[in-house]
């Protein structure tokens, strides 16, 4: 990204919505911006946090790890979307592991710097508030999809909130941002990589998918939906 292009894309992060201008400024010097390769690993769980993160361009993947060594895909991060931030406020320490899914853009703030600024500029953490909350709402409505819907349900309802969060509507449908894996698929919808491969498949004979290496696109949202209620 040309600098002019990164100084838009920070400014335009909803972090930083309706601050002014000065403040802006200085934001945009105090960050530090990297292009991340495919597979690079921004932070890692259980790392002492040192910096707050937002992602300009690409896709990052947040996963954690159990006890047991089993991992789960927690969230997928979009353009525009902070990542690795609330953790200033509570243990911090990183939550989850993030990696990049695909060349990606990211910019962040040393800790310190970013609470100095927040005491600053008290709108920064009203933005922060909303942001956590909605993903919050998202949580707990994922959670109640695993207690009370089919698993065919939860797979659709999945695709449908990564095609709100990242989709572009093109000649052949909605196509979602991320480069999913089939198994990215089944972690946050819950099931197992078989019963995905199984209902893409099928979607795909009926035209309400197209899954191949470009990735995952909706030829009609709402048909797919209508399809699983």
Not at 37 to 58: C, P
Not at 98 to 122: D, Y
Not at 134 to 151: H, W, Y
Not at 157 to 166: E, G, I, V
Request: glycine share 8%; net charge neutral; proline share 3%.
């Amino acid at each position: 990204m040309t600098d002019s292009r990164v100084t838009g894309a920070i400014a335009a992060l909803e972090l930083f919505e309706g601050l002014p201008g000065a403040a802006l400024d200085e934001l945009i010097a105090a960050s530090r911006v990297q292009t991340l390769t495919r597979g690079a690993r921004v932070f890692d769980q259980g790392e002492s946090i040192e910096r707050a993160h937002a992602l300009l361009s690409g896709a990052v993947r947040i996963s954690q790890t159990g006890s047991d060594g089993g991992e789960a895909v927690i969230r997928f991060i979009g353009p525009g979307e902070i990542f690795g931030s609330v953790a200033i406020f509570t243990d911090h320490r990183y939550p989850a592991d993030a990696t990049a899914m695909a060349e990606s853009v990211e910019v962040s703030w040393r800790r310190a710097e970013l609470l100095e600024t927040i005491e600053r500029h008290p709108r920064i953490a009203i933005n922060l508030v909303g942001i956590v909350g909605r993903r919050l709402a998202e949580l707990q409505e994922r959670v109640r999809e695993m207690a009370t819907q089919r698993v065919e349900r939860r797979i659709a309802n999945a695709l449908l909130r990564l095609a709100r969060q990242s989709g572009t509507t093109g000649d052949q449908g909605t196509q979602i941002a991320f480069p999913l894996r089939r198994r990215d698929i089944a972690d946050i919808a819950g099931t197992t990589l078989h019963t995905v491969s199984r209902t893409l498949n099928h979607w795909r004979r009926q035209g309400l998918v197209i899954d191949d290496s470009r990735g995952v696109i909706l030829t009609s949202p709402d048909a797919l939906r209508r399809a699983t209620e």
